[in-house]
Structure formats: structure tokens, C-alpha cells
Antibody
Framework: QLQLKESGPGLVRPSETLSLTCSVS??????????WGWIRQFPGKGLEFIGSVDYTGSTFDNPSLKSRITMSVDTSQNQFSLRVTSVTDTDTAEYFC????????????????WGQGIWVTVSS | NFMLTQPHSVSESPGKTVTISCTRS????????VQWYQQRPGSSPTIVIYEDFKRPSGVPDRFSGSIDGSSNSASLSISRLTTEDEADYYCQSYDSNSLWVFGGGTKLTVL
């Protein structure tokens, strides 16, 4: 059974870098039919797509965050990661990692498995 | 870019049918697929409808999705409501650059 689990600090200081890792079990991250994504949920419950990465390390980023985010994949550890630089209090959110599945064009992909989420607070 | 607008909340009685709308502000609703996610209290979202109307395995047929070009909206209908259906529901589609766009979410209360 596929499971995803986020890990990382729950508190990050303003202007510092947020680093999160998603550990995948029950399936190999090294499959071309999937993307591996990050989605965050703000305190008001709105959802925002951050980006996705495939097993080759090719990424698709949210343009509004592009200059601050880096995503990577470690197939040997069956993990993928997210870094967000220069965080502010507007980055306070619950961060979810997810497997993104579909077929054909990217417009047919959706998040079919989600991690449990990790709450990250940006505060001094 | 466009927005997806959902009602903030809806409520209905057990056993009844409820429909949640998701209206696209610009561009055609049928230009890109729409997904629906269910998020129960304290849990992560789960997919209930993808590609406008398709149900993933394990999702009961009480859940159905549709698209209406005349109102430029997508809808999620849930029939034979139970208290287990109480959750937040989010629609999601894509912009022309493949960026995911989420609706603001609808809180469903079954009372």
C-alpha cells in the first residue's frame, strides 16, 4: 500500500530556508508514469499547488513561487524534497506531498495519494 | 489567470442529494479537466472525481461529477448523504500553463 510521509522542521525563522522531505513507501519513485508533488494548505484552508518533480528530476514549478523553490528527487532513498528560500509568515501552512497520476497530457493528472501533511510555522 | 468559485458552505439532510458548484471566472470550463477532492476533518484530501466525471476505484457511485458550459461551471453531486460525507470539498483545474488552480472549498454539513 502506497504511503507518503512528510518530514522537516515545524518552525522556521523568517528569511531562512524551509526544507521538507517526502518519504515514499509501497511503490518505487522511479516510475515514469508518475509525478511527485507538493501542495500547501493555508490557515484559512485554501490550497495552493507548489510544484512537481518526476523521477528524472525534471520539475514543474508554480510561477508565483518559482524563484524561491527547489525540488529534487532521490531515487536511491525513494524520497523527494522541497526547499523554499526567504520564507515569510505568508509561507505558514500545512505542506502535503502527493503522488500525481494520470495519462497523456499533464492536464489529465491529479493527486491520487497524499501524505498526512506537516504544519510549518514561519515565526521569529 | 482565472478563479474557481465555490459556495462557502452547503448543508443537507441524511439520505438526500446535494450538489456543489464550481464556477470558472474566465475561459471555458470544458477547456481543461476538473477534479474534486474531499477533505474530512483532520485528514488529508482524497480524490473523488477526476477528468470531470470519472470516479477512482473505491469511490462510491453516490459521487458524480458534471460540467455545464452554459453556466461555465462544474458540479459535484453526492446522493444518499451520510454523516461520513461531512467534509470540505475542493474543485481543481489547470490554467493554460498547466498550473493547478483550486477553488476555495465548500464545507458540507449533513444534519
Amino acid at each position: 500500500q502506497l504511503q507518503l510521509k512528510e518530514s522537516g522542521p515545524g518552525l522556521v525563522r523568517p528569511s531562512e530556508t524551509l526544507s521538507l522531505t517526502c518519504s515514499v513507501s509501497g511503490d518505487s519513485i522511479h516510475k515514469s508514469r508518475y509525478y511527485w508533488g507538493w501542495i500547501r494548505q493555508f490557515p484559512g484552508k485554501g490550497l495552493e499547488f507548489i510544484g512537481s518533480v518526476d523521477y528524472t528530476g525534471s520539475t514543474f514549478d508554480n510561477p508565483s513561487l518559482k524563484s524561491r523553490i527547489t525540488m529534487s528527487v532521490d531515487t536511491s532513498q525513494n524520497q523527494f524534497s522541497l526547499r523554499v528560500t526567504s520564507v515569510t509568515d505568508t509561507d505558514t501552512a500545512e505542506y502535503f506531498c502527493a503522488r500525481i497520476s494520470g495519462s497523456g497530457s499533464y492536464y489529465r493528472y491529479y493527486a491520487d495519494h497524499w501524505g498526512q501533511g506537516i504544519w510549518v510555522t514561519v515565526s521569529s | 489567470n482565472f478563479m474557481l468559485t465555490q459556495p462557502h458552505s452547503v448543508s443537507e439532510s441524511p439520505g438526500k442529494t446535494v450538489t456543489i458548484s464550481c464556477t470558472r471566472s474566465s475561459g471555458s470550463i470544458d477547456s481543461k479537466y476538473v477534479q474534486w477532492y474531499q477533505q474530512r476533518p483532520g485528514s488529508s484530501p482524497t480524490i473523488v472525481i477526476y477528468e470531470d466525471f470519472k470516479r477512482p476505484s473505491g469511490v462510491p457511485d453516490r459521487f458524480s461529477g458534471s460540467i455545464d458550459g452554459s453556466s461555465n461551471s462544474a458540479s459535484l453531486s453526492i446522493s444518499r448523504l451520510t454523516t461520513e460525507d461531512e467534509a470540505d470539498y475542493y474543485c481543481q483545474s489547470y490554467d493554460s500553463n498547466s498550473l493547478w488552480v483550486f477553488g476555495g472549498g465548500t464545507k458540507l454539513t449533513v444534519l
